[in-house]
């Protein structure tokens, strides 16, 4: 049974940082592309970074350039996105997934397989 599990997320002050988490089984995680994508209330969830199989290639979107970070440890199954510096604008419930991959990563929603339940980050002073 694939589990994507999310954790890390809370209420954090605008410039300070978060670590967000997300712990995979089930399936084979280094054969697997992941991601991490977010929805805030009232908006359509949109891809915020993902990173290849074996962690050396990673795509982030432009509003988390430079901020974020998303990092792999593939014998703990485990991806990370480092969050520095966030703005209330990145409270959102932030997604991981998984993909098999492809000729290059994607930074598309229905392109992912496997989906984590969320974990709520709320940045606000």
């Known amino acids: 049974q694939v589990q994507l599990q999310a954790s890390g997320g809370g209420l954090v002050q605008p410039g300070d940082s978060l670590r967000l988490s997300c712990a995979a089984s089930g399936f084979t995680f280094g054969s697997y592309v992941m991601g991490w994508f977010r929805q805030a209330p009232g908006k359509k969830r949109e891809f915020v970074a993902t990173?290849?199989?074996?962690?050396?290639?990673?795509v982030y979107a432009d509003s988390v350039k430079g901020r974020f970070t998303i990092s792999r440890d593939n014998a703990k199954s485990t991806v990370y996105l480092q969050m520095n510096s966030p703005k209330p604008a990145d409270t959102a419930v932030y997604y991981c997934?998984?993909?098999?991959?492809?000729?290059?990563?994607?930074?598309?929603?229905?392109?992912?397989?496997?989906w984590g339940q969320g974990t709520q980050v709320t940045v606000s002073s």
């Open positions: 990173i290849s199989r074996r962690g050396d290639n990673n």
């Open positions: 997934a998984a993909y098999p991959g492809g000729p290059y990563l994607s930074t598309a929603e229905h392109e992912y397989d496997y």
